[in-house]
């Protein structure tokens, strides 16, 4: 295969490396965008109910001085709201818990898709690397067999006999 052929081969290969490699930080961009609207989102949630349950405190408040005067019919309203309280505290918490949930799973995401890229970069330099061994062994034996075979013809021509060493060339000077 020529030179020209391989540097072709291995430019395309590295082209598609860098296409892989675009491709997944546009993912891994989505990924986080969504992470971050999620995160959002439950922020969102998280400060909507939170003003619902200072409202709530209010209300307990009123609630008491209510209480006192009409003690035996709020007493079962009571109960319910303190119950009603305390699930929109727990719901509150368990969504903070959830963006915190989603935003480990993302950098967890991320480093994942980092090393991916991280070993498909390797694993093309090992395949560039393996092409042109596999392609450059051959064309170097190729390379010798002519020149023997060059070497062989020029002997051959010249009747057999060996220059003297007045008419030796440079790269023979370099032996005697």
Known sequence: MPEDVFR???AAGVLLACLATVWQAIILSAIYRAGRE???AGKQAQNRLGPLVDRF???LTNTSRMLEENRPRIAEITAETLVVAKTVRQQVEHIGQLVDDTSVRAKARIAQID???GRAVEQVDHAGEA????VMKPVKEVGGIVAGVKAALNTYAQGGNRNSPEHATQDEEMFI
């Open 115 to 117: 090393e991916t890229v």
């Open 38 to 40: 999620a995160q959002k």
């Open 131 to 134: 092409v042109k061994s596999a």
């Open 8 to 10: 072709w081969v291995i």
């Open 57 to 59: 405190d209010a209300v």
